[in-house]
């Protein structure tokens, strides 16, 4: 995060970016607990830097990082990571150089994901069989789309955000202006991340607050 914030915004945006980062509340709850959502969070940074890198510095070689951190996302959290990285990256993507996201080094980078991604599942499968499937594709993935859908579901995961960004979301709130400017990358990227997270995990019926962790 500090790196990806020096190369944005300047030196001391680094210093800040991490500082703010690693005193945000959600990260001094959840960061020590065995729980998927916290080095997810790393693999969604790593996609981001990367995408940044070859797309405002002209480096498409760094999309090759974007498969990895989407390989990464894919076996810590499920299909749900590689979404949310093919959704950040790829969305950054479409507005700012879309020709890049047409390119050997996007479908390399999707080569690259599948390749270190697929092959625990797989193995996973043929060891398990059917406990795999009830249990990973039944119970953790599929289930989460069978309850209700209600507005209090939705009112937890963003209001999680919110306490899980203090003692720091009056600065997220004062930034909410610059959305008149979205096409600008300094604000599309975080943007595009934020949205990523929120978003998809606004789908499924069922929901944490700690699904907005990594967009914090």
């Known amino acids: 995060v500090a790196s990806l914030a020096r190369r944005m915004y300047g030196e001391r945006a680094g210093l800040v970016a991490a500082l703010l980062t690693a005193t945000a509340f959600g990260w ?30 002209g480096r498409p070689r760094w999309l090759l990082a974007v498969g990895a951190g989407a390989a990464m996302d894919f076996l810590l959290k499920g299909p749900v990571g590689a979404v949310l990285v093919l959704l950040l990256s790829g969305g950054f993507l479409a507005v700012r150089a879309p020709r890049l996201l047409a390119s050997r080094w996007a479908a390399l980078a999707f080569a690259l ?15 398990h069989g059917r406990a795999f499937y009830d249990f ?31 003692p720091w979301t009056f600065l997220f709130a004062g930034s909410l202006g610059a959305l008149r400017r979205w096409r600008e990358p300094g604000i599309l990227l975080p943007l595009a991340w934020i949205a990523a997270v929120l978003l998809t995990f606004t789908i499924p019926s069922l929901k944490w607050p700690h699904y907005g962790l990594g967009a914090i």
Not at 28 to 55: E, F, K, N, Q, V
Not at 142 to 149: K, Q
Request: no cysteine; aromatic share 16%; charged share 15%.
């Open 136 to 166: 990973f594709v039944v119970s953790q993935n599929y289930d989460r789309f069978m309850h209700p859908w209600t507005l209090r579901g939705e009112a937890t995961l963003l209001a999680g955000f919110l306490v899980f960004t203090l």
């Open 28 to 57: 001094i709850r959840y960061a020590r607990l065995a729980m998927m959502d916290a080095p997810m969070a790393l693999g969604l940074a790593i996609a981001a830097y990367a995408t940044w890198r070859a797309s405002e510095e």
């Open 113 to 127: 994901g599948a390749a270190l991604g697929l092959p625990w599942y797989v193995a996973s499968f043929a060891v």
